[in-house]
């Protein structure tokens, strides 16, 4: 399902074209873009957080995220001087720009106990897909 029909069964989003006297066939002049969204359609979608973008509306990964990420990876929750040290000496720098076409709604799921998914959704890369990024050591 894209994010397009999704948004049409959106009911707040209906009333308001509704309101506005907006048909159906105009309603591709509100959508910048859309990307697929994946999900059990038995499930209700409340919220969708946006992918980071730029001043110019680009798709990219902060620096700083792909930092944690790696720092995760590398060391858990560990937070001592040791580790301190050896990430402050590596550097990246945010991702090339990320073709919308990259891009899928997924819903978060809750993996605290055991997997429950909740009514939040986030605009993700998509499986598969790559990012360009520099790393400086």
Known sequence: ?????????????????????IERDEWEYF??????????????????SPFMRDGLQAAYVPGSSLKGLIRTILFGERRDRETNETMSRIRFSDSEPIADSKLAVYQK??????????????????????IDTYLTI
Not at 31 to 48: G, L
Not at 113 to 118: A, D, L, Q, R, S
């Open 31 to 48: 959508i910048r873009y859309s990307v697929p969204v994946v999900y059990d359609e038995k499930q209700k979608v409340n919220v969708v």
């Open 109 to 130: 799921i809750d993996i605290s106990n055991k997997i429950k998914p909740i009514p939040f959704f986030r605009e993700s890369i998509d499986v598969n897909e790559t």
């Open 1 to 21: 399902m894209s994010l397009f029909a999704a948004i049409r069964n959106h009911r707040a989003v209906l009333v308001f074209f509704k309101k506005c006297a």
